[in-house]
Structures are given as structure tokens and as C-alpha cells.
């Protein structure tokens, strides 16, 4: 049984709706990312997991307990539901000790003095937090307070483990390091975690399961590779990847795939809903596929160079046809002003 | 399920607290008699008799005429100031800043024994004046005199505001309209003042309210002549007719009220509207400031003026009176030089009590009306509940309630509950109608520290396992601290000062300062006056010192 069960949760604020029913659930050593755009209510859903926000109507259940039931009238506090969070400031109280911080929660718990401090020391180790137990969080460089939040949210050992944007207040280094950090740990501490994320990358990398939310609902969810291989949607087609879209008329349909013409730019690529001809349709093309094809590959179109960048690592072109504009990376600089460039079917998807 | 009873059980007893009096009142101004006689039937008579009074009628003038001239002198002096103080190289402003301040928290009994000793018939500065120019062409006790002394007793209030909203207005708007041509004072008047207008006329609105509340001064300086005003007609009613005519001062407050009352509910509304023009500028730059020119040093002579007119000359009077046995026209200083005053107030139990008294009321029980407030402000802090929400309406109405008044309905109160009967002429009803009466004040102070506490720091306390009280005690309270101990100074420089609200509720045991002074003023013993108002000076002088020494803001 899941640790974590979230069952058609449904919020207002005045007479707008945030959340619109969102169902989910989290195995153990699992990790969920809540992942959208902003305004699609992720924090929202996180915080009425956590008891910080009241649903309207839903129900969730904790390690097989339940601490909301909107029909049945209960809906229990913050305080009582046992859960550990992380929040995107850290909100690490600033006239306590790093050691006091991490202890609040046991010693909410009435846990020995002695017990707390094995237990502070343990989780303060294992967080690579020993030698920092007696200073302030002021005193700390933003990294350190990450893992002292982290710390504090798992001392008094809850069963799932919530994170805001746990990691958007890390410079883009120390980021990369935390995320393999927080997946190990998570994995290896055998909690169920729900994180939250604007950035898709991070959620890719970090997650077991997506659930991708937007408008208050859930537009889909699943593993990872399943998101990026197997959009069911539009929306999830264009949110995950780098993508350029483009709109036209349905030429061909059929066996899978559908044929766009976008004004002369002939595009092919899996039907996310079946189309038929004549039909207007979108195309999603991950840009990174993009490339220049060889003589006679197909999925190929002659297309007219605008202009190239220098990038450091590749070279970057736009190439143009049409009111339409692509943007294909090469390693090396490219002479022509004309090229076919492969549109991948694999990589393209029509709804 | 949440349990948030305890919010509403602390909004519902402040409910009370607040309306139990404003219901006394309304109730006994329909009694023919005082509410706890045997003999009190309902009637509504009692309007039309006090409607009928043309003593009545002679108060309400003179106090619309005083407030209006309050609000005619005070706004364009206080913005003048403010825009000196703020946009311009007066010289000295770091030190003159702070003494701005002062007039705020001196007692207006003090003030106005001060005025008489000093300018009064045979005042110092009038004796002085008499010995090199002849007579004096003022007469202190005149309309003209008194609508002065409280327009420029109040400029601080328009500075205030004036300076907050000027504060928030970007330098570079003026520059802008200076790099265009314009002249500093065609830039002050039309771009600066159009930004801060909404804050001039909320400080109208305030000075227009205080000039209704307004009671030491008029009492002082207006009485002689038996020019009243609406404050003074109440209190005169304790001892008009033989006895008190409860009924009558009910309905005297009621009308008070009801002027008091939409002004304040006014001054709310126009406050926000202020609020929501001032935070057009986010951007905190450097402001530059504009050169006076030749102007600079009689712009710095104008405001020691002020300064002298409001602070210095009446506090020089009465530290003058009371090291002298006597004064007079034909009376030398050295010759009359004396510390018996002093001594005096130490004799005399009543006085030596007062002095105690006051300042455990406003050390002690300033910090328990804190206590209040805190309590108060935590119920509705960050709270979800409509009842914590409706309190902030609520509080308006002890806003409309002068000092006097809330001591009346205090007293009244404690009169007609039979467990408070005995207790009221003791220092706590004084404290009640103390907590009453800055219950407003108070409030915003906590409202304001708690507000600054990051929320999620109280919701990761929350999360962690800690209940809403549990919460507050450790992570509210504690970081909110510095802006509790601030409320905590200022309660005890107001709570020290305050002379009207008790003037009821005085009675054997538990004078205070500020009623003794009026007692003293009363019994004509000038002498033991000064002096305590010197005490009482000092007292709030020191408070004040602490004040700018902890960096605490008076203008709160």
C-alpha cells in the first residue's frame, strides 16, 4: 500500500477554483515531482498535503491513516498529521542553533535529552552537518541551509517526506549536486517524497513518477520516460523538452503517424489523437533532434539559413521557411545557405 | 478537526470588552436616572433636554471651531515641516528629528500649566515682556490664543504622515520634472504635493478627530472664561447639578460618538487609499535633496520657533514655577529661589502615592496591556476565521472614544457588575480603562511585529508537530520580540502622560499623575503643580531617552 494516497482534492479561494480533483499516490523510497507551469496549484497541492491549506473536497491518507476526508468531516491539523516539509525558503528559524532546529520536532515529541541528541547527531552526519550543529543559520551558505531544512524535516523520522522547490535557491552547481543527493537520500532513508518543481529537468532527473499539473488538474502522469516519450496531451507534448511548435493543415493521417503542411514545411510525427485530412493540427518538435540530414534521409526539408551563433561547445543556426523559424545545433560551422533538415517522426508529435 | 475555538473565544471577549461600554452608554442615555437607581425608567427626554441646552449648542461650536482651527493650522505647518525635514538642507535635521517628536508624548496638562506660568496674566515671559515693552497683546485664556497653542501642539501629528508619504516618493519624479525646467518650487508643488495629498488629508481628518478629543488644554485655558467644549461640557456635568447626571454625560458621549466615530471610520478608509498611491516608488534611491539657498537659516529659525513655542516656553514656565515660592510683577527670581516644592510632593502622601502609582501603571501595566494586545493580535493573526477579521472594525470604536469617555464607561462598568463594584476606584479599573482606551494603538503595534514574522517559519513549526499556541510561543513571540518591546516603551510613555482617562475613576488609592495634576489645577495649588508636572515630565523625558537609545520609533 502506497505510503502517501491523495485522492481527488479539490480547493477553492473565494469562488476561484485552484485545484480541480488531483489523485496521486507515493511508494515508499518513491519519489513523486509535482510539476507545472506556475499558477497550475503544485505548491497549492503540496500545501494541503501538508495540512497548510484546507481542500474543499478530497481525502489523503498517511502510512495508511487518513488525515483528510473532506465528506466525513475530518480534516486534521498541520501539527497532527506527522508529515516532514521542506520549504522553498528553508524557513530555518534564525534564533535557533542549527542542532535546536533540527531537534524542534523531537522535542515536540517529549523524546529524551539524550535520545535527541543521538538522533541530531545521526541525521546531522549523514547530511554532512556534524561540525556546523552549534551555529546559526545565518552563519551558513545556502547549501548548508538547504540540508539543515532537510535535516529538521526528517529528524523526527515521518513516514513522506514534502518539498517545495527544495532546490531552486541553489546556484546551478551546487543544484546538480543536491539533486543526486536528495534522490540517494530519499531512496536510501526509505521515505515517500513529493517534490515540488517549475523545471522540468530537475523533475526528470529526480522523480520516479511526474504528475504534471496544469489549471489545477492533473494533465498526466507517469514515469519519467513516459512523459517525454508518450505525451497524451498537447500541453505535456510542449512542456516537457525544448520544443518548437508548429500549426498547419492534417495532409496525410494514418498507421500512427499524421503528415502536417505548415506552409510549405511539410511536418511528420505520431498522432497524439487520431486526425483526420484536412484537419488543423499542432506539431511539438523537440529542438535537440533537430538536425541537418544526409542526402536521401527521410523527414527532410529544404530550408534556408538566417543567420548562425557561435556557442562555445556547438553551433546554433536558425533556419527559415516560410513565416516559420528552427533552430538546429551542429558541432561544427555550416557554408551553405540552404540545407535539408531532419524533423525525426520519433521526435514529433501532432495533436 | 482544527480546533480554532480559541480564536473565537478571544475575539468574543474582546467583543465584549468593547461593546459592553458602548451598550452601557447607549442604554443610559434612555434612563431618567443613573442606571443603578431603583428610580431609573426609559425615556428618551434626556436628548431633547441636553438638545435644549444652548450650553450644549455654545460647546459643539467651539469645538468645531477649535478643530477646524487645529486642522487650519496644523496641516500646511506639518507638511511644510515634513517637506523641510525630508526634501531640503535644513541644517541640523539628524537633532532636530527626534525633538519633533516630543510634543506628542507632553502631558497637555503640563502644557497648559505651562502656557499660564509662562504667558498667563503674571506669567514669566509676560512679566519680562511688561518690564521692556509694556503690556502684552495677548491674552492666554482668549479663543484665538487657545486655537494656537493646539495647532502647533499637533503639527507633529501631520509630520508624521506627511514625512512617511514623502519618504516614498522617488527622487527621481522631482528630477525628472527639474531636468524639464521646472524650479524647486514649481517642482515642489506641482509633483511632490500632488503625491503626497492623500496623506495630508488623512492627517486633516486625524487633527479634525483630536481636536474633539480634545480636553486638558480647553479645560485649562478655556474654563476661566466658561468657554467650553464638548469634552469639558461632559465633565462639567460630574458636579453641574449636586450630583453626577449620569444619564445627561451618556448622551453628551453619544453625540461626542457620533462626530467621532464617521471621522474616524474616514480616516480608515482614506488611510488606505493613501496606502495603495504611496507604494507607486518601490524603488528605494538616494533622495536629493533641494538646496534652500539664503532660505536654509530662516527655514531653521522657524522651525526653533516652533519648537521653543511648543516645548521649550511651557516646560521653561513650569520648571521656573516650581523652584519659586511665588511670582509676580514686582517679584525677583533670586529673591523667591526655593526647593520646597520638591519637598512638598514628597510630604504629601496623595501626591507621593500618584507618582508611585503611575509608574507602576504605566511600567506594569503597560506591559500587561501588552500582554492583551498580544493575545488579542495572535487570535487574529494570520487567522482564516471571519469573527478575528470583524475585529478590526471593532476596534474602531474605542478609536472614537476620548479618554474621558472610556473612563466614564469604565467607571460605569465597574459600577454596575457587582464582583468589579469594589474594585472601582482601584488601580485596576484605572488599567481597564487604560487598555480600553490604546486598545487600538496596541493593536496595531503587535499586528504590525507579528506581521513581519515570515510565515513559513510559523507554518514549518506547524508542520513539524507544533500546535497554534505552541507556534507562538516559540516562533512568533520570540521573533516579534523587539517590536513587542517597542510597544511595551511607547505603552509606558502614553500610560505615563495619560491624565483624562482617569479622571473618573480617581478616588481614594490609586491617583495617577496626570489626575492629580488636574486635581491640583482644580484646588488652584500651583506650586505642587509645577512640580509634578516636572516629575512628570522628567518621568516620560526618560522613557523617551531609552526610547532613541534602543532605536525604538516614536513615530509608531
Known sequence: MPELIVENIHLK??????????????????????????????????????????????????????????????????????????????????????????????????????????????????????????????????????????????????????????????????????????????????????????????????????????????????????????????????????NVRISGKVVTAGDGFATLDC???????????????????????????????APGEPDAVEMHRATSMFLGEKWEHVYRLGGHSLRVLTDGPVAQETSPIRIPRESVWVF | MRNESWRNGVALLTALFILAPVGLIVWQSFLTDAFFSPRAGVTGATYGFVLDDPGFWDALRNTVVLSVGMVVIAVPLGSLLAFLMVR???????????????????????????????????????????????????????????????????????????????????????????????????????????????????????????????????YVLGDQDGRMVLATYLYKFNTLLGRPAYQLMAVVVIFIMLITLPLVMLQRRMLRT????????????????????????????????????????????????SVVTTWGPLVAVRDVLTWDNYAKLAEMPLIRRSIVNTVILAFVGGFASLCVYALI?????????????????????????????????????????????????????????????????????????????????????????????????DVTLPLSRHGLMAAWLLAFLLYSREYSTGIFLMGQGNEVMGTMLVSLWNGGNIDVASSLAVVNTLVIGGGIALALRLGVRLDA
Open chain 1, 13 to 242: 479561494y473565494g469562488t476561484a477554483e485552484v485545484l480541480g480533483g488531483a489523485s496521486f499516490s507515493v511508494e515508499k523510497g518513491k519519489i513523486a515531482a509535482l510539476l507545472g507551469p506556475s499558477g497550475s496549484g503544485k505548491t497549492t497541492l503540496l500545501r494541503t498535503i501538508a495540512g497548510l491549506e484546507r481542500a474543499c473536497e478530497g481525502r489523503i491518507r498517511v502510512s495508511g491513516q487518513e488525515v483528510l476526508n473532506c465528506s466525513a468531516g475530518l480534516d486534521l491539523p498541520a501539527e497532527k498529521r506527522g508529515l516532514g516539509f521542506v520549504f522553498q525558503s528553508y524557513a530555518l528559524w534564525p534564533n535557533r542553533t542549527v542542532f535546536d532546529n533540527v531537534a524542534y520536532g523531537l522535542r515536540l515529541r517529549k523524546v529524551a535529552e539524550t535520545e535527541i541528541r543521538r538522533k541530531v547527531g545521526a541525521v546531522c552526519e549523514v547530511l554532512g552537518l556534524g561540525h556546523l550543529q552549534q551555529r546559526f543559520p545565518a552563519q551558513l551558505s545556502g547549501g548548508q541551509q538547504q540540508r539543515v531544512a532537510i535535516a529538521r524535516s526528517l529528524a523526527y523520522d515521518p513516514a513522506v517526506l514534502l518539498l517545495d522547490e527544495p532546490l531552486s535557491n541553489l546556484d546551478a552547481k551546487l543544484r546538480d549536486e543536491a539533486r543526486a543527493f536528495l534522490k540517494e537520500l530519499i531512496t536510501r532513508e526509505e521515505r515517500a517524497a513529493v517534490i515540488v518543481t517549475h523545471d522540468q529537468i530537475e523533475a526528470l532527473a529526480i522523480a520516479d513518477t511526474i504528475i504534471l499539473l496544469n489549471g489545477g488538474v492533473i494533465a498526466q502522469e507517469g514515469s519519467p520516460e513516459d512523459l517525454y516519450n508518450r505525451p497524451k496531451t498537447l500541453f505535456t507534448a510542449d512542456f516537457i523538452g525544448n
Open chain 2, 377 to 473: 493580535g495572535l487570535a487574529s493573526h494570520r487567522s482564516p476565521l471571519k469573527t478575528t477579521r470583524g475585529l478590526d472594525f471593532l476596534v474602531l470604536l474605542p478609536r472614537a472614544m476620548p479618554g474621558i469617555v472610556a473612563g466614564l464607561v469604565v467607571f460605569w462598568i465597574f459600577l454596575f457588575v457587582p464582583v468589579l463594584k469594589p474594585f472601582v476606584a482601584s488601580l485596576a479599573a484605572m488599567w481597564v480603562a487604560y487598555t480600553l482606551v490604546w486598545l487600538p494603538f496596541g493593536l496595531r503595534l503587535v499586528s504590525t511585529s507579528f506581521g513581519q514574522v515570515g510565515r513559513e517559519l510559523e507554518e514549518a513549526a506547524h508542520v513539524t508537530g507544533a500546535g497554534a499556541l505552541r507556534v507562538a510561543r
Open chain 2, 274 to 321: 493613501a496606502q495603495r498611491y504611496s507604494t507607486i516608488g518601490g524603488k528605494a534611491t538616494r533622495a536629493h535633496l533641494v538646496p534652500l539657498g539664503r532660505w536654509r537659516w530662516i527655514a531653521f529659525a522657524a522651525v526653533l520657533l516652533w519648537l521653543y513655542a511648543v516645548v521649550l516656553l511651557p516646560l521653561s514656565g513650569v520648571m521656573l514655577r
Open chain 1, 263 to 293: 506552409d510549405g514545411l511539410r511536418v511528420t510525427g505520431r498522432m497524439g489523437q487520431p486526425k483526420t485530412v484536412g484537419e488543423d493540427g499542432t506539431a511539438v518538435c523537440r529542438m535537440d533532434r533537430l538536425t541537418l540530414a
Open chain 2, 88 to 218: 531640503t538642507d535644513l541644517p541640523g535635521r539628524k537633532w532636530i528629528e527626534p525633538a519633533i517628536f516630543l510634543p506628542l508624548f507632553m502631558s497637555p496638562m503640563v502644557l497648559a500649566f505651562g502656557y499660564i506660568v509662562s504667558i498667563g496674566p503674571s506669567g514669566f515671559w509676560s512679566v519680562w515682556w511688561e518690564r521692556l515693552f509694556g503690556a502684552p497683546f495677548w491674552n492666554v485664556y482668549s479663543m484665538p490664543m487657545l486655537i494656537l497653542v493646539v495647532g502647533l501642539s499637533h503639527v507633529t501629528h501631520v509630520y508624521i504622515y506627511v514625512s512617511t508619504a514623502l519618504r516614498t516618493v522617488p527622487s527621481d519624479l522631482e528630477e525628472a520634472a527639474r531636468v524639464a525646467g521646472g524650479s524647486p518650487l514649481t517642482v515642489a508643488t506641482k509633483i511632490t504635493l500632488p503625491l503626497v495629498w492623500p496623506s495630508i488629508a488623512v492627517s486633516a481628518v486625524l487633527v479634525a478627530f483630536l481636536g474633539f478629543e480634545l480636553f486638558g488644554l480647553p
